[in-house]
Structures are given as structure tokens and as C-alpha cells.
């Protein structure tokens, strides 16, 4: 392969006349300059992607109920919206900043608070990143490159978990692909202004999910600076100019919320100190690359074992694996061959810097998942998939271009292969989930490849399009169908999967098939069992039932203490749900309260700034939004912060603000750090109030007479 053949060139936007038709002719047919079905293919790709995501979309119920909760104070609260609070009445924010709430929060001012106005802002999001990706990709090769690379995000099973789900992932994966297509279209131009908007999409995207969003700063700020057409200093200028639009639009909130007092705003949630500085770069910061989170669920253990294994391989684990790594061998094989390709491009030549601005996405966020020490989720994956997308669309369009030499369709035949192979592998993860499925994938694979090599060496060079169809479609295939599986399956819970049941780990919680143990969970601990020897995300001996209409082998775990939930009664939309995603004695799931204590809470809900305080946001999340009313968190996330104290926490009850205490949540904080005020209260409470149980849960009234406090001594006295 020593010729060198660089994509045609693409006519710029608006030629042929375009602007002379009228909008909905250029909707329709696209540019003059594109083949008749290119535009009707984009469409058609973003109506399917959108379908895809929206289908069935108010299964989910709340999904991830500690964010829905925080849209839910948002639309009582216009304090709350802004600082990202739990709850209406402000004690506590969530443990992000709060872009991604904002976005979900007007949704349901709009359209009122229900499953549908939270989640689908996530699914067109997904939509949205779509189509930049295919702009992305479009600018520098063919339009059937975009449109292949569209697919492949679109159909990533990760991808589709969570552009269904209610987590900051999805807008922060759009605004960073935002930010990649800007910094394409400043290397083309030097114009200025593309890469003052990259910058700005980096900083809403820290205000979505914190230092996540720098990971691929370095590889933007490179593609510019060295591959860009205008002169040194003037890159340097631009890269200055683009960092300041970085710092406004990411450092502006940080800089209010730090100058606010204290005592008006809700405590920051996550931090030992209240400080978003301390969030920033501690607990959400270098905390998650070296494992010193004090007071996350789970933290403390050695390094690399608490989280799971780290290591090169770790995006292809049991964990990971099935959630984005179909095609990841074939990205990085057509990194190679792609660079290779391009070697004797001049410095600009733009598809090498789309190239190396997408490789280095890959390799950069890669690694850093791969190798980080402090809490990590199989979901945070989703931030790869635009990468390996856009690797896999063009390398394809260059190895197409080159399909009669020999090489070239011999690295591709071997790309097939290794991609089919790996698929039909990961497809033996669930061997009783559709096993045709892997032996149709393998056998497509091979034909596919055999077809490719044979195109450039016989005089069949007709077939050569058949052949390129039967190894995309064997390449999807797998990724298609765990997508498949993702979306007819209903998500709740803390830590959700992508796929079919039995997927890989991360049902719940790092460790071994169901979430905890072996040598990827915690010390000590059998398979499947989380401290305490529970089952991940109920009681010991918890039953598996499947979600009515689910693919084959959708179980889910049940069993949970009365009141603390389980993840999986029916939410606002109904459904059973699989895969609570908690465990650790039930703070990672929402609570499902009956009847009876909604209306127990709703009693003279108006007379108090919280009907109730319960340990931990997840089971506060669960009651506030089935009584509409604040519900205090105790703790926050992980019922580790100090928030309140013991002492904040009595002067609210004496002052008549909280109506009840609901008993229970403290098991899953054992061993975890961070504070114990959590702990204090509730032994405050369990000793100056009467329990009362009602439809199983505990409750403590804390304005009963016998509420009336004079004991002023310590907890322990």
C-alpha cells in the first residue's frame, strides 16, 4: 500500500444554487452537489435513531431516581434548579454540577414532571450527536461514511442505555462532540470563531459532568496547534482565546456558587466541606484516578480492586466489554491504517486531522477509564462511542477507496475477521441469549471477509459493494442486538447496563456476574454478594422475575427491606423494571413507597418545609417523588456527607420543619468513610421518638408530644 490517496474533496455547503430553493426543498434534498439519496439516508438515519431511543421510553419510570428527584425540586424551586438541589427545600445539591438537570428541569416546567419530559430531552440529545457526528465525518469523506458512522453510534449499546436515561452522560457526549466538530471546522479555516464555540461546548460540558469533560481537551488543543493553516503565534492566540470561552463558560456557576454564602444555598453534595472546589477536584476529580474518595459507596479498598481491575484491557472485560467494545478492535486497526494512509499528507490535510483528533479521543479517554483507580461505571463508556464510531466510518471510506489493491483489501478482509470474531465472543457471554445470533455473525463475518479479499483479486470487482454490505451487517449485528435488548428493557437504578441480562458484571456494582465479588469486587466477599451477604439490590435469597415483553433472560432482583426499594415497583408510567443497580443495603436504589405512607407523608404536607428526611438521596428521591412534596437527604448520595449536622438537624425539628424521620438505609454506609452525622441523627432519633410502622416502613414523627426534645446530650450519652 505505498500509493497515496486522499478522500475527494467534498463541495463546501450552499454550492450549486442551493439558497435559491425554498427551505423545505433543501430539507428535503440536501445539497445539489449530493447524490439524490443522501439527504432522504440523514433522515431517515435520525427518524430511526429517534424512534429507537424514544420507543417505549416510559417503561424507565424515573430511572435514575436521584436525578429525576433533583428535576422534581427544580420545578418547585427556581434555587433549587439553579444549584442542582435534591429537594425544594434546599438542603443538599446532587454530586455533579447541574447543565445536564437544567436542560431535563425545563422540560418538565414545560410539560409537567413525568417520565416522558425527562427522558426524552436524552433521547433527542442522542439524536443531536448523531447527526454531528455524521457532519464530523461528512466534511472530510463521503456522505456513506457519515451515515455508516451515525449508525454504528447510534446502534452502541451503551450509547442507547444511556440516551434513555436520566444521567449527565448524554448531553456531556453531545456538547463534546460538538466541541470536535468545531475544532474540524476551525483546522479547515483558522477561523477563530470555531474554536471560541469548542471552548464553550468544554465548559457547559464541565457544568454537566466536571473534569470528565477535559479528557479530550489536549487532543483539540493539539489538533490545532500543530495542524492548523495559519501561522504559529496566531494558533497560539486562537488556542488562548478558545481557553478563556472555556473558562466562562464552565467557571462562571463554579464562581457564584463559591461566593454565595453558606448559609442561603444548599450544601454541595459529594464534598466533606461544602465547597464545589473541593467536589471539583477532589471526590469528582483526582479521586476518581487514584482511587482517595472519602466517603464513596464502596471506597476504601486497595488500589484498582474497590472499582475493578485496571489494566489495558479493562474496556474489554466482562463489565465493559458488551457495552462498547464491539467494534473497538476495528477502530483501532483503522487508526493505524488511516495514519499510515496519510503519512505524506501535507501538515493541514484534513483527514489526517480528523484522524488524529478522533485516535486521540479514543486512545486518550481510553486509557485514562481504563487505568483510573477511584469509582467507575460501566456506562461512563458512552463517552467512547463517538470516537470508535467515527475511526470505524473512516478508515472503511479509505480502505474503500483502495479496494482493488491487494493490501488494502487484505487489511480489511483481516479487520472483518477480527471485529466478527470478537463479537462472536462477546455474544458467548450470553450463551443462551439468541445463540444463533453468534454463529450468523461469525459465519457473515468470514464470507464478508473471504468476499472483500476476493474483489481485489479476481475480476468480480462488482460484488465488491455486496461483499462491503454482508461484513457491515455482520459487524452490527451484535451491537444491534444488545441495543435491542437495552431499549425493550426497562433502566432504573444507580448503575445501569446495557444488553441482555447476564451481560457482564455491573449488575449493580463492581465485582463479579451480579456486581460484587471475585477479584474485581471486594475483598473477601463471595460472588454475587455484597458486604453484609446480600444479594446486589435485595435480601439474601432474592427471586429473579423477567420484564413482561423483555428479550429472553431479563431478570431482575427483588426482596429488598419494606421502604427502602428495590428499584423495580412500577414508577410514574408504570412497568415492572429489571436491574435495580443498587445494592449496598439498598443507597443505590430509589424507593418505592406504598399508598399508605405517600398519603401518611402527604398529610399537612403544606405545614412543613419537608414532609420527611430518610438516609441517603436515592431513598429520599423515591418518596419525594411520589408525594411531590421535599424530602430532606441525609448524607447526600452516599449518606456520608455532613449534611446536617446533628446539631442543624434538631434546631430544624424544634423549629416544626421536618415531619417524619423514615427508619433505615444506614447499612450500605458501613466501611465507606466520609462522615457519620447520618449515623448520629438517626440514633438521635431512634432514642427521643416513637417508631411507628406503616405499610412496612419505619416511621418516626418528629412532632409528636414525645418528639418534644430535651435531651440535649450527645447521641452516645
Same mark, same amino acid.
Given at each position: 500500500m505505498t500509493?497515496?490517496?486522499?478522500?475527494l474533496?467534498i463541495p463546501?455547503p450552499?454550492?450549486g444554487?442551493?439558497?435559491?430553493r425554498p427551505?423545505?426543498?433543501?430539507?428535503?434534498?440536501?445539497?445539489e452537489?449530493?447524490a439524490?439519496w443522501?439527504?432522504?439516508a440523514?433522515?431517515?438515519?435520525l427518524?430511526?435513531?429517534?424512534?429507537l431511543?424514544?420507543?417505549g421510553?416510559?417503561?424507565s419510570?424515573?430511572?435514575?431516581?436521584?436525578?429525576?428527584?433533583?428535576?422534581?425540586?427544580?420545578?418547585?424551586?427556581?434555587?433549587?434548579?439553579?444549584?442542582g438541589s435534591?429537594?425544594?427545600?434546599n438542603?443538599?445539591?446532587?454530586d455533579k454540577?447541574?447543565?445536564?438537570l437544567?436542560?431535563?428541569g425545563?422540560?418538565?416546567?414545560?410539560f409537567g414532571v413525568?417520565?416522558w419530559?425527562?427522558?426524552i430531552?436524552?433521547?433527542l440529545?442522542?439524536?443531536?450527536t448523531?447527526g454531528v457526528?455524521?457532519?464530523?465525518i461528512?466534511?472530510?469523506?463521503?456522505a456513506?461514511?457519515?451515515?455508516?458512522g451515525?449508525?454504528?453510534l447510534a446502534l452502541?449499546?451503551?450509547a442507547?442505555?444511556?440516551f434513555?436515561?436520566?444521567?449527565?452522560?448524554?448531553?456531556?457526549?453531545?456538547?463534546?462532540?460538538?466541541?470536535?466538530?468545531?475544532?474540524?471546522?476551525?483546522q479547515?479555516?483558522g477561523a477563530?470563531?470555531?474554536?471560541?464555540l469548542?471552548?464553550a461546548?468544554?465548559g457547559?460540558?464541565?457544568l454537566?459532568?466536571?473534569?470528565q469533560a477535559f479528557l479530550v481537551?489536549?487532543v483539540?488543543a493539539?489538533?490545532y496547534?500543530?495542524?492548523?493553516?495559519?501561522?504559529w503565534?496566531?494558533r497560539?492566540?486562537?488556542?488562548?482565546?478558545?481557553?478563556?470561552?472555556?473558562l466562562?463558560?464552565?467557571?462562571?456557576?463554579?464562581?457564584?456558587?463559591e461566593?454565595?454564602?453558606e448559609s442561603?444555598?444548599?450544601?454541595?453534595?459529594?464534598?466533606q466541606?461544602?465547597s464545589?472546589l473541593?467536589?471539583t477536584l477532589?471526590y469528582?476529580?483526582?479521586?476518581r484516578l487514584n482511587?482517595d474518595?472519602?466517603g464513596?459507596?464502596?471506597?476504601?479498598?486497595p488500589?484498582?480492586r474497590?472499582?475493578g481491575?485496571?489494566?489495558w484491557?479493562?474496556?474489554?472485560?466482562a463489565e465493559?466489554?458488551?457495552?462498547?467494545?464491539?467494534l473497538?478492535?476495528a477502530?483501532?486497526?483503522?487508526?493505524?491504517v488511516?495514519?499510515?494512509?496519510?503519512?505524506r499528507?501535507?501538515?493541514?490535510?484534513?483527514a489526517?486531522?480528523?484522524?488524529v483528533l478522533?485516535?486521540g479521543w479514543?486512545?486518550?479517554?481510553?486509557?485514562?477509564?481504563?487505568?483510573? #483507580? $477511584?469509582?467507575?461505571?460501566?456506562?461512563? &463508556?458512552? *463517552?467512547l462511542?463517538?470516537? =470508535?464510531?467515527a475511526?470505524?466510518?473512516? !478508515?472503511a471510506a479509505l480502505?474503500?477507496e483502495?479496494r482493488?489493491?491487494v493490501r488494502a483489501?487484505?487489511?480489511?478482509a483481516l479487520?472483518v475477521?477480527v471485529?466478527?470474531?470478537?463479537s462472536?465472543?462477546?455474544?458467548?457471554?450470553?450463551p443462551?441469549?439468541?445463540p444463533?445470533?453468534?454463529h450468523?455473525?461469525?459465519i457473515?463475518?468470514v464470507?464478508?471477509?473471504?468476499?472483500?479479499?476476493?474483489v481485489?483479486?479476481?475480476a468480480?470487482?462488482?460484488?465488491?459493494?455486496v461483499?462491503?454490505?454482508?461484513?457491515a451487517?455482520?459487524?452490527?449485528a451484535?451491537p #444491534? $442486538?444488545?441495543?435491542w435488548a437495552?431499549? &425493550?428493557? *426497562?433502566?432504573?437504578?444507580s =448503575?445501569?447496563s446495557?444488553g441482555?441480562? !447476564?451481560?457482564g458484571?455491573g449488575?449493580?456494582?463492581p465485582?463479579?456476574?451480579?456486581?460484587?465479588?471475585?477479584?474485581?469486587?471486594f475483598?473477601?466477599?463471595?460472588?454475587?454478594q455484597?458486604?453484609?451477604?446480600?444479594?446486589?439490590?435485595?435480601?439474601p435469597?432474592?427471586?429473579?422475575q423477567?420484564?413482561?415483553g423483555?428479550?429472553?433472560?431479563a431478570?431482575r432482583?427483588?426482596?429488598?427491606?419494606?421502604?427502602?426499594?428495590?428499584?423495580?415497583?412500577?414508577?410514574?408510567g408504570g412497568g415492572t423494571a429489571r436491574?435495580p443497580g443498587?445494592g449496598?443495603g439498598?443507597?443505590l436504589?430509589?424507593s418505592t413507597?406504598g399508598?399508605?405512607?405517600v398519603?401518611?407523608l402527604k398529610?399537612?404536607?403544606?405545614?412543613y418545609?419537608w414532609v420527611?428526611?430518610?438516609?441517603?438521596s436515592?431513598?429520599?428521591?423515591?418518596?419525594?417523588?411520589?408525594?411531590?412534596?421535599?424530602v430532606?437527604?441525609?448524607g447526600?448520595?452516599n449518606?456520608?456527607?455532613?449534611?446536617?449536622?446533628?446539631d442543624?438537624?434538631r434546631?430544624?425539628v424544634?423549629n416544626?420543619r421536618?415531619?417524619?424521620?423514615?427508619g433505615?438505609g444506614?447499612?450500605?454506609?458501613r466501611?465507606?468513610?466520609?462522615g457519620n452525622?447520618?449515623?448520629?441523627?438517626?440514633?438521635w432519633?431512634?432514642?427521643t421518638?416513637?417508631a411507628?410502622t406503616?405499610?412496612?416502613v419505619?416511621?418516626?414523627?418528629?412532632t409528636?408530644p414525645?418528639?418534644n426534645v430535651?435531651?440535649?446530650?450527645s447521641?452516645?450519652a
Amino acid at each position: 500500500m505505498t500509493a497515496v490517496v486522499v478522500p475527494l474533496p467534498i463541495p463546501a455547503p450552499g454550492v450549486g444554487g442551493a439558497a435559491d430553493r425554498p427551505w423545505y426543498a433543501r430539507l428535503v434534498r440536501g445539497r445539489e452537489a449530493d447524490a439524490p439519496w443522501v439527504r432522504p439516508a440523514l433522515l431517515a438515519l435520525l427518524v430511526g435513531t429517534g424512534a429507537l431511543y424514544i420507543w417505549g421510553l416510559g417503561a424507565s419510570g424515573w430511572a435514575n431516581s436521584f436525578y429525576a428527584a433533583a428535576v422534581q425540586a427544580g420545578t418547585e424551586s427556581w434555587k433549587a434548579f439553579f444549584f442542582g438541589s435534591s429537594d425544594a427545600g434546599n438542603s443538599i445539591t446532587v454530586d455533579k454540577t447541574p447543565a445536564a438537570l437544567w436542560v431535563m428541569g425545563l422540560s418538565a416546567r414545560i410539560f409537567g414532571v413525568n417520565a416522558w419530559s425527562i427522558l426524552i430531552p436524552q433521547a433527542l440529545e442522542g439524536v443531536a450527536t448523531v447527526g454531528v457526528l455524521y457532519l464530523a465525518i461528512r466534511r472530510r469523506f463521503p456522505a456513506w461514511a457519515g451515515l455508516l458512522g451515525g449508525a454504528v453510534l447510534a446502534l452502541t449499546p451503551v450509547a442507547a442505555l444511556m440516551f434513555r436515561f436520566n444521567n449527565p452522560d448524554a448531553l456531556l457526549v453531545l456538547l463534546l462532540t460538538v466541541a470536535a466538530y468545531a475544532v474540524l471546522r476551525a483546522q479547515e479555516s483558522g477561523a477563530t470563531r470555531w474554536l471560541v464555540l469548542a471552548g464553550a461546548c468544554v465548559g457547559v460540558g464541565f457544568l454537566a459532568k466536571m473534569l470528565q469533560a477535559f479528557l479530550v481537551v489536549p487532543v483539540l488543543a493539539a489538533v490545532y496547534l500543530l495542524l492548523a493553516p495559519v501561522g504559529w503565534w496566531q494558533r497560539v492566540r486562537q488556542l488562548l482565546s478558545s481557553g478563556l470561552a472555556l473558562l466562562v463558560a464552565g467557571g462562571w456557576w463554579v464562581a457564584i456558587v463559591e461566593l454565595w454564602p453558606e448559609s442561603s444555598r444548599p450544601y454541595i453534595g459529594g464534598s466533606q466541606h461544602n465547597s464545589i472546589l473541593e467536589l471539583t477536584l477532589g471526590y469528582n476529580g483526582l479521586g476518581r484516578l487514584n482511587g482517595d474518595e472519602t466517603g464513596s459507596v464502596g471506597g476504601g479498598g486497595p488500589r484498582g480492586r474497590g472499582w475493578g481491575a485496571t489494566g489495558w484491557d479493562r474496556m474489554f472485560s466482562a463489565e465493559m466489554g458488551g457495552q462498547i467494545s464491539w467494534l473497538l478492535p476495528a477502530a483501532l486497526i483503522l487508526l493505524v491504517v488511516g495514519l499510515w494512509s496519510t503519512r505524506r499528507a501535507p501538515r493541514t490535510d484534513p483527514a489526517r486531522a480528523a484522524l488524529v483528533l478522533w485516535g486521540g479521543w479514543l486512545l486518550g479517554t481510553g486509557l485514562t477509564f481504563s487505568y483510573m #483507580a $477511584g469509582i467507575f461505571h460501566a456506562y461512563y &463508556t458512552i *463517552a467512547l462511542a463517538p470516537a =470508535i464510531a467515527a475511526l470505524v466510518a473512516m !478508515g472503511a471510506a479509505l480502505l474503500w477507496e483502495r479496494r482493488r489493491m491487494v493490501r488494502a483489501a487484505a487489511v480489511a478482509a483481516l479487520t472483518v475477521a477480527v471485529s466478527a470474531w470478537w463479537s462472536h465472543h462477546l455474544l458467548g457471554r450470553t450463551p443462551d441469549w439468541h445463540p444463533w445470533l453468534r454463529h450468523a455473525v461469525l459465519i457473515g463475518g468470514v464470507v464478508g471477509a473471504l468476499g472483500v479479499f476476493a474483489v481485489a483479486l479476481t475480476a468480480l470487482r462488482g460484488l465488491a459493494p455486496v461483499a462491503a454490505g454482508v461484513s457491515a451487517v455482520a459487524l452490527l449485528a451484535g451491537p #444491534a $442486538g444488545y441495543t435491542w435488548a437495552t431499549v &425493550t428493557t *426497562a433502566q432504573r437504578g444507580s =448503575i445501569p447496563s446495557a444488553g441482555p441480562a !447476564g451481560a457482564g458484571f455491573g449488575r449493580g456494582f463492581p465485582g463479579g456476574p451480579g456486581g460484587f465479588g471475585g477479584p474485581r469486587g471486594f475483598p473477601g466477599v463471595p460472588p454475587g454478594q455484597a458486604p453484609g451477604g446480600q444479594v446486589p439490590g435485595g435480601q439474601p435469597g432474592a427471586e429473579a422475575q423477567v420484564f413482561p415483553g423483555a428479550p429472553d433472560g431479563a431478570g431482575r432482583t427483588r426482596g429488598q427491606r419494606p421502604g427502602m426499594g428495590d428499584g423495580t415497583a412500577p414508577q410514574d408510567g408504570g412497568g415492572t423494571a429489571r436491574r435495580p443497580g443498587g445494592g449496598m443495603g439498598g443507597l443505590l436504589n430509589g424507593s418505592t413507597p406504598g399508598k399508605e405512607v405517600v398519603a401518611a407523608l402527604k398529610r399537612d404536607a403544606g405545614r412543613y418545609t419537608w414532609v420527611a428526611a430518610s438516609v441517603g438521596s436515592n431513598s429520599a428521591s423515591g418518596y419525594q417523588l411520589a408525594t411531590g412534596d421535599p424530602v430532606m437527604p441525609i448524607g447526600g448520595f452516599n449518606g456520608s456527607d455532613p449534611s446536617p449536622t446533628l446539631d442543624e438537624f434538631r434546631k430544624l425539628v424544634r423549629n416544626g420543619r421536618i415531619h417524619y424521620f423514615i427508619g433505615g438505609g444506614l447499612d450500605g454506609m458501613r466501611g465507606m468513610g466520609g462522615g457519620n452525622t447520618a449515623q448520629e441523627i438517626a440514633t438521635w432519633v431512634e432514642r427521643t421518638f416513637t417508631a411507628t410502622t406503616v405499610d412496612g416502613v419505619t416511621l418516626y414523627d418528629l412532632t409528636a408530644p414525645e418528639g418534644n426534645v430535651t435531651d440535649e446530650s450527645s447521641p452516645n450519652a
